[in-house]
């Protein structure tokens, strides 16, 4: 008799760290269904799947959207969210504080706002994957702001692991990566800062979106890890 196929929810899965974990996820048999706040994104997202992964767009920063899709969703088995933000970088003699706040609203309260929504429905067999970043954990100028974001993901992830288990929490922190994230930079500015964190970490170069997929895919499918963080930076945050 075959076995049960999993099923694993990407918020935020229509770009980026998200589509590539949807695709690794699918290739390893699984069903996936992929959120956006963007139809058209989603949408494009979802081709470039061949029309594998299932879609739902709606704004995981508004609970009640957030509310409704799980509400209707069905029970399901992990979930993976990769909700990002970028506020709160730049020197903190000068930064806006008001950035943190706004880093906390796009990022850190859409996925904790998910997880909760989520909890009725979520097997507690599965498991749930949070995406930080390795800013957190870096001893870097500049990044004091968008640490300070990143940083309440990595805290939380352990205490959730004992208080929701055996539902497994963990978290992935990933290093520079060649997303769209970094679209804010004109072509040659990002090419630029690829270059020099290229030339810091050990690994000679930048991180690609499949690599964070495959770091995600091994937290979803290893029923033996839990309350972990997984950082996935190339080792830049010995060398930064």
């Known amino acids: 008799m075959p076995g049960k196929i999993e099923h694993t ?3 935020g899965g229509s770009s980026g760290i998200g589509l590539a974990t949807a695709r690794k996820l699918l290739g390893s048999g ?3 269904t992929i959120t956006g706040r ?3 994104k989603l949408t494009s997202a979802w081709k470039s799947l061949g029309g594998a992964a299932e879609k739902a767009a709606f704004d995981a920063s508004k609970p009640d959207e957030v509310r409704h899709f799980f509400g209707e969703l069905g029970p399901f088995d992990h979930l993976v969210l990769a909700a990002s933000g970028g506020k709160g970088l730049g020197p903190f003699e ?5 950035d943190i706040a706004g880093g906390v609203d796009e990022k850190v309260r859409p996925q904790l706002s998910c997880l909760q929504a989520a909890l009725p429905t979520l ?8 995406i930080s970043a390795v800013s957190a954990q870096l001893s870097a100028p500049g990044v004091a702001g968008i640490a300070a974001v990143n940083g309440m993901l ?3 992830v352990p205490i959730l692991a004992v208080e929701l288990k055996p539902l497994r929490v963990n978290v992935v922190a990933p290093g520079v990566i060649d ?3 970094w679209d804010f930079l004109a072509e040659d500015q990002r090419q630029a ?3 020099e964190y290229a030339g810091k970490t050990p690994v000679g170069r930048i991180g690609r979106a499949e690599d964070v997929a495959g770091a995600i895919a091994f937290l979803v499918s290893n029923g033996f890890m839990t309350g972990q963080v997984l950082t996935c930076d190339g080792g830049l945050r010995f060398a930064a």
């Open 193 to 195: 800062v690829f270059s």
């Open 179 to 181: 997303t769209p994230w």
């Open 154 to 156: 990595l805290t939380v």
């Open 9 to 11: 929810v990407v918020v």
């Open 123 to 130: 097997n507690r067999s599965g498991s749930v994957t949070f």
């Open 94 to 98: 000068t930064l806006d504080l008001s």
């Open 30 to 32: 699984m069903k996936v």
């Open 38 to 40: 963007s139809q058209d």
